[in-house]
């Protein structure tokens, strides 16, 4: 055998394990909807534990009929707090816009095939409007976004991401490859924030943030499932550890299936777990109206028990999430809600688990969506004009 062609072949490997690839790149529109693709960046605040969000998004309607809902949004997520009860409400800053103020490029060109998982991710999402838009862009590593929606400017820069998986394919690994209704991915459990900037342009008040986590991520397909929950957080203690979990029940033809992701990592302890419905079973409690999830997953190996709780009051009012017919009343979410999480590894011998980690996870995010807010009061069939 050729040495030199097996070194190549080695360097090659090598290559796919260093260079990021992801599919964090945008996806081509497709001729017909409905379509969505949307991407989400959260900032955990390292030193003051106050975090924000970043969402924007389009959808490609089911039809080109009599479209009200906008098709283009980009939100900005505050935590508004009133220190005289010691509650911060999420807050949304929302810009809407039409597909003709959108401009989406790969490596600065027209989106022309979908994210190659073996390219590292180089886009700009663009929207402007008047005074009102912005750009997020992804390229050689390094995060950069800078949008006014509403009285906010938002500018800011992270680097150095934490993937997912060496594959780049994300929560879902091979599953990405299914034509599943809907897809999660995540780029970074936890990219590092060099610099960032809010600005509140009616006060002139403004904040900086210095040492923050950046969790990056989006999501893309028909539409939003009926009913679904997704968190995410990181650790304030020096081990760096990460989760996020998403799921929900997703509608196919003739079945729906409840279907959840889960990733844990402890880079400290050497931890880096996942769940997904081909590996483990699980079992979940639900309550949109106290803030109570409570999950239970069992892999052949492990077992994860995780409770999140978002006090009522620190929940937003509806949030927009795409649906068929555009960005519609969602969801509802917190910024200040709590994990805990407990890890058992199965014991061979003894057919019992023994606990590898405990560990409770402050200010994190958490979303109930669909049917699971409470009383459905976020259902799309609300009228437009109360968006
Ligand atoms: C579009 O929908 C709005 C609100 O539902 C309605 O008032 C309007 O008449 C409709 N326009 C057309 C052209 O159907
Ligand atoms: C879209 O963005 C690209 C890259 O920033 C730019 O070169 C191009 O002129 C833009 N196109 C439109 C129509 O604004
Ligand atoms: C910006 O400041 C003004 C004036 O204090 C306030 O009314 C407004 O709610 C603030 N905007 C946001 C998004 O916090
Ligand atoms: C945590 O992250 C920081 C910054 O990325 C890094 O310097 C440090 O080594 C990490 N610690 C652990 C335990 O992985
Ligand atoms: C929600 O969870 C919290 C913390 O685990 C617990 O104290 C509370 O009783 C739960 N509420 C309900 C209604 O289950």
């Avoid at 090598?14 to 497709?30: N, Q, R």
Wanted: some cysteine; overall charge negative.
């Amino acid at each position: 055998m050729d040495l030199k062609a097996v070194f190549t072949c080695f360097l090659a490997v090598l290559a796919v394990k260093v260079t990021s690839a992801s599919l964090y790149d945008p996806h081509m529109f497709p001729d017909k909807g409905p379509f969505f693709e949307g991407w989400y960046m959260r900032v955990s605040d390292l030193y003051s534990r106050d975090s924000f969000g970043l969402l924007f998004g389009s959808v490609l309607p089911s039809s080109s009929g009599n479209i009200t809902a906008p098709l283009v949004v980009a939100s900005v997520l505050l935590r508004s707090c009133d220190k005289t009860i010691d509650t911060c409400k999420l807050v949304s800053s929302d810009g809407k816009f039409t597909l003709n103020d959108l401009n989406i490029t790969v490596k600065g060109q027209p989106v022309q095939s979908d994210p190659d998982k073996t390219a590292p991710p180089d886009f700009k999402w663009q929207v402007n409007s008047g005074s009102q838009g912005g750009y997020f862009e992804q390229k050689g590593g390094i995060t950069t976004f800078n949008f006014r929606l509403g009285d906010l400017i938002l500018r800011g820069k992270a680097t150095n991401p934490s993937y997912w998986n060496d594959q780049g394919t994300g929560p879902e690994g091979w599953l990405i490859n299914l034509p599943l209704p809907l897809h999660w991915f995540v780029y970074s459990l936890r990219s590092e924030l060099s610099s960032c900037e809010i600005q509140n342009v009616t006060s002139g008040a403004v904040t900086k943030v210095y040492t923050g986590a950046v969790h990056l991520e989006k999501n893309w397909g028909n539409s939003f499932p009926r009913q679904w929950i997704w968190s995410e957080g990181v650790s304030f203690d020096n081990d760096n550890a990460t989760f996020a979990m998403s799921g929900g029940l997703v509608d196919f033809p003739f079945l729906s299936v409840n279907a959840y992701l889960i990733g844990y990592r402890n880079p400290m302890k050497k931890l880096s777990l996942d769940f997904r419905p081909v590996d483990s079973l699980i079992s979940t409690q639900i309550d949109g109206c106290t803030g109570n999830v409570s999950v239970s997953v069992y892999s052949l190996r492990y077992k994860l028990d995780i409770n999140l709780v978002a006090p009522v009051a620190t929940l937003s009012s509806c949030l927009l999430g795409p649906e068929m017919h555009g960005f519609v009343r969602a969801c509802v979410e917190s910024y200040d809600a709590t994990a805990t999480i407990q890890i058992y590894e199965r014991n061979l011998l003894l057919f019992g688990y023994k606990l590898i980690e405990q560990k409770k996870f402050e200010k994190i995010a958490l979303e109930f969506g669909g049917m699971h807010v409470c009383g459905g009061k976020c259902s799309n069939s609300m009228p437009p004009e109360e968006l």
